[in-house]
């Protein structure tokens, strides 16, 4: 009965912004390892961000860095990633995945997630 679901995807010109949001139902997602992914047609599923819980530090894949930022709402039982200068490069799938009691090790590791959304398409044009 876990399940999450991303939206937020769409078409933007260079440049510009996204926020994708990732709801999680069937459990509280503070105590659980919150990450996301991407995938583009012909390349590897590649890790974006993730952190192990609420309050604990977030990383970030190079290619991100000073662009993209994770976040939480614990409230909302929801997980964010603000999408700031798009580059055509970022055009993917975006996934979020969850994984209760991840080792820090792992947190890059897209096999080590448990539970994975359907994903939301960013598509950024030149």
């Known amino acids: 009965q876990v399940q999450l679901v991303e939206s937020g995807g769409g078409l933007v010109p260079t440049g510009d912004s996204l926020r994708l949001s990732c709801t999680f139902s069937?459990?509280?997602?503070?105590?659980?390892?919150m990450a996301w992914f991407r995938q583009a047609p012909g390349k590897e599923r590649e890790f974006v961000a993730g952190?192990?819980?609420?309050?604990?530090?977030?990383y970030y894949a190079d290619s991100v860095k000073g662009r993209f930022t994770m976040s939480r709402d614990n409230g909302e039982n929801a997980v964010y990633l603000q999408m700031n200068s798009l580059k055509p490069e970022d055009t993917a799938r975006y996934y979020c995945?969850?994984?209760?009691?991840?080792?820090?090790?792992?947190?890059?590791?897209?096999?080590?997630?448990?539970?994975w959304g359907r994903g939301t398409q960013v598509t950024v044009s030149s």
């Open positions: 995945a969850a994984k209760r009691g991840l080792i820090l090790s792992a947190l890059r590791s897209s096999s080590a997630y448990d539970y």
């Open positions: 952190n192990r819980r609420s309050g604990d530090n977030t």
């Open positions: 069937g459990r509280t997602l503070n105590t659980y390892a």
